[in-house]
């Protein structure tokens, strides 16, 4: 158990000081997102009787566009020098490199979308609802992030990694879509926890579920 | 390593019939070999002879598709994580991450294999690879040759019994070559166990105790010690990849 | 081929025969016009049929997925990489005759209705699969990620369901038990006969690829011959 922790918080830790020098992946992340939410304004010519409807789309779009971005470097800086390799060779269990990995841009994707969402809300003059929107983004990012991670190492592996990850991420995480965007519009709305109960019960019973899947299936992915 | 005196066996590496195949091809056509420990074996070959896929199997990266090999008696289907750690790889890649320091990176892969000490341990292994004045750089400014000398004290880290080399020298100029060979020395004379493969045929006889050539996946020779036909290797080995052309 | 493989899979086809003919009868003849929909309305037999052997030629990936990660025989792979190509077809097929229907009777082509989208995000899971496949380095590693996507994708289909239920409450669809018997009786025939076409289809490609193997078995034996 100790040493699954100290495996896994190596490799976050040198995901993070690695992100901290070059800010690579949260700089571009952050202007994709920012650049979806302004061209989906012009695109839903949102005016203030359809930003209700429509907002809580852009918002999610947003995350999962940049998200795709973010994952998809996950794993081409492990390609660099081959040191996913030496990560393999490394005497821990392959779900602590899926751990370690996940933890990284989980913690990456949070800090995006802590700087983008208070923009967003201001941009589109929406109320400031934070503990319960807060809650439906941190366990959405869990649950794409988490299938992400999988598919990040998958497609890292194939010829044409910047278009498999789209191909295999976004129709997999569908449910979380819909469940993030209707939990984000009834909160928006002004909606209590028990609007949005269903949805983050959709939203977490994905984030376990895929969890423990890609946990098990981790290995095969990224096996020689 | 307080563990690896329990086993008894006289073997570092043995490998009995190993054969891997990627779809249709095969890459390794069932092998035996069987290394003594602290010998060193040298493993020659023209490119696409399965040198490679040999070292993946032996350092688990690669299950094999048959056959059966034993690290330090621990088989590669049974104990892969034991026999990791027991492993040191020099590969043409060097695991690094350009981003990090030559120290942040040391210290991930001491912090991987559960270094104990890793401090001293870091400041040991620089040393050795004569690089302390480079500690704190980005291992992406070094030169091609000092990333390899970070790669050999990344791969000395966790004292292990076995260091696999896979073509070290490939992509170094030959002053490169000679500072790694010096500094390559003290990390494999002694007890420990390597198996380099190499196309540098005087680089490679010169270090050796025993020597392999493969051919298309198979033993096509075979020699230790004495044995080996110092004098004419470069005919033998011609011969053995030449025939079939 | 064995004798007895040849006798197995002629009874195979004989029987299909006559079940698709008994289907063809009992959908266009026997089956009474539907009041409100009128003729348009027979598409529905084959429409569900073909769901149904979709879902079970997924469902077949799926396990042959699991066997192939766990085992690593490559005839799992065989079978799941067909299962997933018929699959395809079949989910094709039924978003094609979807809209037919649609149309005279909802007055559009498309609704996004849960069924509809979760067959249609069904079919982007499996054409990744193929995909996948294709783009891998080297095919034992297009067969290990593809095994992988089989189960992923498998596994999402039914939260995907659930979530876009959820989201489209609307257009709640007839069952089975709401059926009079004049119309069961063709819907459970044309089942049982698109079940019979896919399993003729699926050992046909089997057997197929394996000949494809022992011919090329036999052409790597002959070459190392004459090298020798």
Redesign the interface.
């Known amino acids: 158990m100790k040493g699954l922790f100290t495996g896994v918080f190596a490799i976050f830790w040198k995901d993070i000081l690695s992100e901290l020098r070059t800010k690579e992946i949260a700089t571009s992340v952050l202007v994709f997102a920012l650049l979806v939410v302004v061209i989906f304004n012009f695109a839903f010519e949102s005016g203030a009787d359809t930003i209700g409807l429509v907002a809580p789309g852009i918002l999610w779009v947003a995350f999962a566009f940049a998200g795709m971005l973010g994952l998809n470097r996950a794993f081409a800086t492990e390609k660099e020098n081959s040191s996913l390799e030496g990560l393999m060779l490394c005497p821990v269990e392959r779900h602590v490199i899926y751990l370690g990995k996940l933890a990284g841009s989980f913690t990456f994707m949070l800090i995006v979308e802590a700087i983008i969402t208070p923009i967003f809300l201001v941009l589109f003059n929406l109320p400031v609802c934070m503990p319960r929107l807060g809650i439906i983004i941190v366990l959405a990012t869990l649950g794409f992030t988490s299938v992400g991670t999988l598919f990040s190492a998958l497609s890292a592996n194939t010829k044409a990694r910047d278009i498999m990850l789209p191909i295999l991420f976004l129709p997999i995480i569908v449910p979380v879509m819909i469940a993030a965007v209707k939990a984000t519009g009834l909160v928006l709305d002004g909606g209590t926890w028990g609007d949005i109960s269903t949805w983050l019960q959709i939203i977490i019973a994905f984030d376990v579920i895929f969890l423990v899947v890609s946990l098990l299936v981790f290995e095969f992915v990224i096996e020689e | 390593m307080g563990e690896s005196g329990l086993s008894s066996t006289t073997w570092a590496i043995e490998a009995y019939g190993l054969a891997k195949s990627f779809g249709n091809t095969r890459a390794l056509a069932g092998i035996d070999l069987k290394v003594r420990k602290g010998d060193h074996l040298t493993v020659f070959g023209p490119n696409g002879a399965g040198k490679t896929t040999l070292i993946k199997l032996l350092s688990t990266l690669t299950k094999p598709s048959g056959g059966s090999a034993l690290l330090d008696g621990l088989d590669i289907r049974e104990a892969p994580g034991q026999i990791r750690s027991r492993l040191g790889v020099v590969s043409h890649s060097t695991f690094l991450y350009n981003n990090l320091t030559v120290s942040e990176n040391l210290r991930f892969y001491g912090r991987m294999y559960g270094v104990t000490n890793l401090e001293q341990r870091i400041r040991e292994v620089i040393s050795q690879v004569q690089l302390e004045s480079r500690l704190h750089d980005q291992v992406g400014t070094l030169s091609r040759g000092m990333k390899q000398r970070v790669a050999i004290a990344r791969a000395v880290l966790h004292d292990p019994l076995i260091m696999l080399l896979d073509e070290p020298d490939t992509g170094l100029d030959p002053h490169a070559i000679m500072m790694m060979r010096d500094v390559l020395e003290p990390f494999t004379s002694g007890e420990r166990t390597v198996v380099m493969t190499t196309h540098n045929l005087e680089r490679g006889i010169e270090f050796a105790d025993q020597v392999v050539i493969l051919h298309e996946g198979r033993v096509a020779y075979q020699a230790s010690g004495q044995e080996i036909d110092t004098a004419s290797f470069r005919e033998t080995y011609d011969r053995c990849i030449g025939m079939s052309i | 081929m064995g004798e007895k493989n040849i006798v197995r899979s002629n009874i195979l086809l004989g029987l299909g025969f006559a079940l698709m003919t008994a289907a063809l009868y009992l959908v266009f003849i026997f089956a009474p016009t539907e009041e409100a929909m009128g003729q348009i309305q027979r598409i529905f037999y084959f429409h569900v049929s073909m769901a149904w052997v979709a879902f079970l030629a997924f469902f077949v990936v799926f396990i042959c997925s699991i066997l192939y990660?766990w085992k690593r025989a490559i005839k799992w792979d065989t079978i799941a990489r067909f299962s997933a190509e018929l699959g395809i077809v079949f989910t094709t097929l039924v978003l094609i005759t979807g809209p037919i229907w649609a149309k005279p009777v909802w007055g559009v082509w498309w609704i996004w209705e849960p069924r509809l989208t979760a067959t249609l995000?069904l079919w982007?899971?499996y054409?990744?699969y193929l995909?996948?496949r294709s783009?891998?380095?080297?095919?034992?590693?297009g067969a290990?990620?593809a095994?992988?996507?089989g189960?992923?994708?498998f596994?999402?289909v039914p939260?995907?369901y659930?979530?876009?239920h959820?989201?489209r409450t609307h257009h709640p669809p007839a069952l089975v038990s709401d059926l009079v018997p004049s119309m069961l009786l063709p819907l459970l025939v044309s089942v049982a006969a698109f079940t019979v076409l896919y399993i003729i289809l699926i050992t046909r490609s089997i057997s197929l690829s394996n000949l494809e193997a022992e011919v090329?078995q036999l052409k790597?034996a002959r070459a190392n011959q004459r090298?020798s």
Request: without cysteine; hydrophobic residues 70%; aromatic residues 8%.
């Open positions: 990660l995000v982007l899971i054409i990744a995909l996948v783009y891998a380095a080297e095919a034992s590693r290990r990620f095994a992988v996507l189960i992923v994708g596994i999402d939260i995907v659930l979530s876009i959820l989201w090329r790597d090298r």
